[in-house]
């Protein structure tokens, strides 16, 4: 049992957090968002995520999880003894990381520590920024109390986070006080997934590394996708029979309208971004970055392509809002780029999401919201699909044709098969679908 801090309580931290407390630890959760502790302290998640609410109240009630937007509270009357850094790293100006939240937590805990901590940098950070993240704690430290930095990046995607953090397939550690990474290894041992010790910058980059490679598989099979679509064969075929080969592999190879998320688009921006600074031009994520900029942008073109340029006087309805299913994400989602250029063009946009409606009302503009999947398709000249959920994978087809406008389909996430929509008597578009 281990005394834990996580600072900063959303999607990593709440996970973290929880599943370390899960795992027989004395967690405290702190985030300066005082809504968002008041209403964990009623029981109220802060985010959407599968299975959370049960672990946080089994842990709430068993008395090893707590939260507060007091850091005096969280490092010294919690004793803590690993502080997790979680806070967000948004991306700044320029495509770089920025860093405000992180320095402001490092002051915070800075200010207030009165005993040896091990801080924990769990959001991704720039290469360096543990060192710089050391200098902040020692500067603004009122005295010298020895503390050390470790990095420790989280992989654990939204909408399965909890069963990726518990069954991690490595955990990496990065650090210049080699029994501080120790320490946190041991933190880790119940995991029993593989830990790799490396050197704080080294840690840093594999973070970044790792979301460029799946976000270059997805910009490149998109590609591919694309090409499919002139030579008349199909990427679903393509990838199945690619992904037969063990060296290849099948995920992160699902074709569509492209990454978006918190993640993906902002961590390899910051990563060329990273590169651009020392005189080198990273070409590769750079097409990375074009490709998927420009796949969001097919779905409209098909659209036209069927319906004509001008979309004036028309109604297009976007099945799926969030930035991919089993999360109510709007960060970076595509859906919010596609209703952009299809309301430019003219058109009309409602949209519909299981989960995302609160977040997508705040920042879609002027989008019309449908209580469910058959109300959007009510009266649409067309709709698109933005976010491949299961309630979209067996709709009744016959009163979806029925209830729009034209029975028009142009599907972003190729959750139909292109036969059977035409049997279903469906104007039907997948992506790469020949
Ligand atoms: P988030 O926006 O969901 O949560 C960040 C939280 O930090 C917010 O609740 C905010 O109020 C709080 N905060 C900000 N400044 C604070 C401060 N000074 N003190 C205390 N709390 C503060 O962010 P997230 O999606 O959990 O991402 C966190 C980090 O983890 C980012 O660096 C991100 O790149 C990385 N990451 C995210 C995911 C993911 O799936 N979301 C996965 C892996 C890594
Ligand atoms: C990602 C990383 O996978 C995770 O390791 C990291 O910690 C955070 O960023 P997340 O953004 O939650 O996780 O979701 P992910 O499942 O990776 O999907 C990211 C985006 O890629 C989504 O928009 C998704 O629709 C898209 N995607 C994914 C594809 O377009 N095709 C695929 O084959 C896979």
Same mark, same amino acid.
């Given at each position: 049992m281990k005394n834990i801090t996580v600072i900063g309580v959303g999607y990593v931290g709440m996970i973290t957090g929880a599943c370390f407390a899960d795992l027989g630890n004395r967690v405290c959760g702190l985030d300066i968002n005082e809504e968002r502790i008041a209403n964990l302290n009623q029981g109220i998640m802060p985010i959407y995520e599968q299975g959370l609410k049960e672990l946080v109240d089994r842990n709430l009630r068993a008395g090893r999880l707590s939260f507060t937007t007091s850091y005096e509270e969280a490092i010294n009357d919690h004793e803590a003894e690993f502080v997790f850094i979680c806070v967000g790293t948004p991306e700044g100006v320029d495509g770089e990381a920025d860093l405000q939240y992180v320095r402001a937590a490092a002051e915070s805990v800075a200010a207030v520590m009165d005993h040896p901590l091990i801080v924990i940098n769990?959001?991704?950070? %720039?290469?360096?920024t543990g060192d710089w993240v050391a200098e902040i704690v020692r500067k603004a430290q009122p005295g010298t109390i020895p503390f050390s930095v470790v990095s420790c990046p989280e992989f654990l995607r939204e909408g399965t986070a909890i069963s990726d953090f518990m069954n991690q397939d490595r955990t990496v550690l990065g650090s210049r006080d080699a029994e501080a990474a120790e320490r946190v290894a041991q933190l880790h041992l119940p995991l029993r997934a593989p830990i790799m010790i490396t050197n704080l910058r080294t840690a840093e980059m594999i973070k970044y590394a790792s979301n460029a490679f799946l976000a270059t598989k997805i910009s490149f099979i998109n590609e591919i996708a694309n090409i499919c679509e002139d030579l008349d064969a199909d990427v679903r075929e393509v990838t199945a029979g690619m992904a037969l080969d063990k060296r290849i592999g %099948?995920?992160?190879l699902g074709a569509g309208i492209g990454y978006g998320g918190s993640c993906f688009p902002k961590d390899v921006k910051a990563l060329a971004y990273m590169a651009n600074v020392k005189g080198r031009h990273p070409r590769l994520l750079q097409a990375v970055m074009d490709i998927n900029e420009i796949q969001r942008k097919t779905v409209v073109l098909k659209t036209q392509e069927i319906l004509g340029d001008d979309l004036s006087g028309r109604t297009i309805g976007l099945?799926?809002?969030?930035?991919?299913?089993?999360?109510d994400d709007m960060r970076d989602a595509p859906s919010i780029d596609i209703c952009r250029m299809l309301q430019e063009a003219g058109a009309s946009v409602k949209g519909y999401d299981p989960v995302a409606m609160e977040w997508a009302g705040r920042v879609i503009p002027n989008i019309e919201l449908a209580s469910d999947a058959y109300e959007l398709v009510s009266g649409c000249d067309a709709v698109v699909i933005c976010t491949e959920w299961n309630?979209?994978?067996?709709?009744d087809l016959d009163r979806v044709k029925e209830l729009m406008?034209?029975?028009v389909i142009v599907d972003g996430r190729n959750i139909y098969e292109p036969s059977d929509m035409k049997k279903a008597g469906f104007t039907y578009r997948g992506i790469g679908r020949g």
């Open positions: 769990k959001s991704t950070v %720039p290469v360096g %099948p995920s992160f099945l799926g809002l969030a930035f991919k299913p089993s999360t309630e979209f994978r067996q709709l406008r034209q029975p």
